[in-house]
């Protein structure tokens, strides 16, 4: 093999690897799919993926944002994106697992105090007004009471002057009544309606809002809220609902308000996942967005609202209600992935056939080295039989003959030396024999010399003595 196609695959070997630990420490970048667009969801993803780019994290994300959250759903069900804000109660991807909860929404029931409304059966031949702030709020709340067997019935029974049944949606027994926050207030002075519900997290402005215009609708201005205790057994039907819990006090005020913890259930606005991303880089991702929070929070203060989902240790990622991804967990658990576990395998396999790899290029190596010493060693063999075929020569011809193949040996050994390395005593053992075929081929040209020079003087002193002349003429 010439240096120059060594030196080229040295260098091409070097080029592969250093590809290859670009490659491997090049960050991870995921397309995540937002909805909707002026959603708090957005205004946190978007936060997040800038606080990545600032910190050149291994992991990097790239934001979408669609009209709505069933299309960012369909985007990751789609394989359009590798990350999804996703609402199960309004599409839950078939290939979505969970890596974080972004926030609950919660159903909120609130009426006035007087009207001694305390669970879900209570509203049976009621009106219940429901602030609609998305397009699966209805059907969240038909899901719910339909739960109750609250069945339909006439709609004339249902019904009274006082109501608009244009902006009515009739529910079993019960009369769901759409309404703007702005309306509430009105609504309920006005006995059109006899509760008001809403879905949104407790915490939220808008909670908070309608609670305060039910309160200002009140009689008394007192208010009571709705109970729903049986959140698990409403889960074993819609497993894509959440059971929530609100504290006392957690709408403020002097009494507050509730002054008891209330149970419902609720929606959750999750961070989803599909199952084909890498395990490391989606446990990454979770890590960087749950110790982050804080750095969040002054940006998109619904990063405070933010939890792990429900798992258990030993059916997290299989078995939970709502499957987790395995990256996640590995994060909740702290066993995420070194960079041995993650190449362990590969790392084996090398060391394991590395000896065989190893053993087959020394191979190569002596077969190759052998092969460059077979032109050398017919070269030396050459040059001992020209010494033994010199010895042997009679005439000038034959030497000559002999020197040019000399000469011609040596040329081609200077030649393959300039292209390949000989070593030391390869080389001593070329001299040697190259000067021993010089010295025979110069005391062979000596003794023919001296044996065609003795018979041309005995025939000089024959043809003198035949002339009668003295030999010293």
Same mark, same amino acid.
């Given at each position: 093999?010439?240096?120059?196609?060594?030196?080229?695959?040295?260098?091409?070997?070097?080029?592969?690897?250093?590809?290859?630990?670009?490659?491997?420490?090049?960050?991870?970048?995921?397309?995540?799919?937002?909805?909707?667009?002026?959603?708090?969801?957005?205004?946190?993803?978007?936060?997040?993926?800038?606080?990545?780019?600032?910190?050149?994290?291994?992991?990097?994300?790239?934001?979408?944002?669609?009209?709505?959250?069933?299309?960012?759903?369909?985007?990751?069900?789609?394989?359009?994106?590798?990350?999804?804000?996703?609402?199960?109660?309004?599409?839950?991807?078939?290939?979505?697992?969970?890596?974080?909860?972004?926030?609950?929404?919660?159903?909120?029931?609130?009426?006035?105090?007087?009207?001694?409304?305390?669970?879900?059966? =209570?509203?049976?031949?009621?009106?219940?007004?429901?602030?609609?702030?998305?397009?699966?709020?209805?059907?969240?709340?038909?899901?719910?009471?339909?739960?109750?067997?609250?069945?339909?019935?006439?709609?004339?029974?249902?019904?009274?002057?006082?109501?608009?049944?244009?902006?009515? =949606?009739?529910?079993?027994?019960?009369?769901?009544?759409?309404?703007?926050?702005?309306?509430?207030?009105?609504?309920?002075?006005?006995?059109?309606?006899?509760?008001?519900?809403?879905?949104?997290?407790?915490?939220?402005?808008?909670?908070?809002?309608?609670?305060?215009?039910?309160?200002?609708?009140?009689?008394?201005? &007192?208010?009571?809220?709705?109970?729903?205790?049986?959140?698990?057994?409403?889960?074993?039907?819609?497993?894509?609902?959440?059971?929530?819990?609100?504290?006392?006090?957690?709408?403020?005020?002097?009494? &507050?308000?509730?002054?008891?913890?209330?149970?419902?259930?609720?929606?959750?606005?999750?961070?989803?996942?599909?199952?084909?991303?890498?395990?490391?880089?989606?446990?990454?991702?979770?890590?960087?967005?749950?110790?982050?929070?804080?750095?969040?929070?002054?940006?998109?203060?619904?990063?405070?609202?933010?939890?792990?989902?429900?798992?258990?240790?030993?059916?997290?990622?299989?078995?939970?209600?709502?499957?987790?991804?395995?990256?996640?967990?590995?994060?909740?658990?702290?066993?995420?992935?070194?960079?041995?576990?993650?190449?362990?395998?590969?790392?084996?396999?090398?060391?394991?056939?590395?000896?065989?790899?190893?053993?087959?290029?020394?191979?190569?190596?002596?077969?190759?080295?052998? &092969?460059?010493?077979?032109?050398?060693?017919?070269?030396?063999?050459?040059?001992?039989?020209?010494?033994?075929?010199?010895?042997?020569?009679?005439?000038? =011809?034959?030497?000559?003959?002999?020197?040019?193949?000399?000469?011609?040996?040596?040329?081609?050994?200077?030649?393959?030396?300039?292209?390949?390395?000989?070593?030391?005593?390869?080389?001593?053992?070329?001299?040697?024999?190259?000067?021993?075929?010089?010295?025979?081929?110069?005391?062979?040209?000596?003794?023919?010399?001296?044996?065609?020079?003795?018979?041309?003087?005995?025939?000089?002193?024959?043809?003198?003595?035949?002339?009668?002349?003295?030999?010293?003429?």
């Amino acid at each position: 093999m010439r240096r120059e196609w060594l030196l080229v695959l040295v260098a091409l070997g070097l080029a592969a690897v250093a590809a290859a630990i670009v490659y491997l420490s090049r960050p991870n970048t995921l397309t995540v799919a937002v909805g909707p667009q002026d959603g708090p969801e957005a205004a946190l993803i978007e936060a997040y993926a800038s606080a990545l780019d600032r910190g050149r994290e291994d992991v990097r994300l790239k934001v979408v944002r669609y009209a709505d959250v069933r299309d960012s759903a369909l985007a990751l069900q789609r394989n359009k994106a590798d990350l999804a804000v996703v609402r199960p109660d309004v599409l839950l991807p078939e290939n979505g697992l969970t890596l974080a909860i972004l926030h609950d929404e919660a159903l909120v029931i609130a009426a006035p105090e007087a009207a001694d409304l305390d669970d879900i059966p =209570a509203l049976a031949r009621k009106r219940l007004g429901i602030v609609v702030r998305h397009s699966a709020d209805l059907p969240f709340l038909t899901n719910l009471l339909s739960f109750y067997d609250l069945l339909p019935e006439n709609r004339a029974e249902e019904t009274s002057e006082s109501a608009h049944p244009a902006d009515e =949606a009739e529910v079993g027994h019960v009369v769901v009544v759409p309404l703007k926050i702005g309306e509430v207030t009105a609504a309920l002075a006005d006995k059109r309606v006899d509760a008001v519900a809403v879905i949104a997290s407790p915490a939220s402005k808008t909670a908070g809002a309608v609670v305060r215009a039910v309160e200002l609708g009140s009689p008394e201005r &007192k208010i009571g809220f709705v109970s729903i205790p049986d959140g698990d057994a409403i889960l074993q039907r819609f497993p894509e609902l959440q059971a929530v819990s609100i504290p006392a006090g957690t709408f403020g005020g002097r009494p &507050k308000r509730p002054d008891e913890e209330i149970k419902t259930v609720g929606a959750s606005y999750r961070l989803m996942a599909r199952g084909t991303v890498s395990r490391v880089a989606v446990a990454s991702a979770t890590q960087h967005l749950f110790e982050w929070r804080s750095r969040l929070a002054s940006a998109a203060p619904a990063a405070k609202l933010m939890k792990a989902p429900d798992f258990d240790t030993t059916v997290a990622a299989t078995s939970a209600r709502l499957p987790n991804h395995p990256g996640a967990v590995d994060y909740f658990e702290r066993e995420q992935q070194t960079f041995l576990d993650r190449y362990e395998d590969y790392i084996y396999l090398f060391a394991f056939f590395g000896g065989t790899i190893g053993s087959g290029f020394a191979w190569i190596g002596q077969r190759l080295a052998r &092969k460059r010493r077979e032109r050398v060693d017919f070269v030396l063999d050459r040059l001992l039989a020209i010494m033994r075929e010199v010895r042997v020569a009679t005439n000038s =011809a034959a030497l000559d003959a002999l020197a040019i193949e000399t000469d011609g040996l040596v040329s081609d050994v200077v030649c393959y030396a300039r292209e390949r390395s000989i070593d030391a005593r390869t080389v001593s053992a070329l001299i040697l024999a190259v000067d021993g075929v010089h010295a025979a081929i110069a005391d062979a040209r000596r003794q023919t010399a001296a044996t065609e020079a003795r018979p041309s003087t005995r025939n000089r002193t024959a043809r003198l003595l035949a002339l009668d002349l003295p030999a010293a003429e």
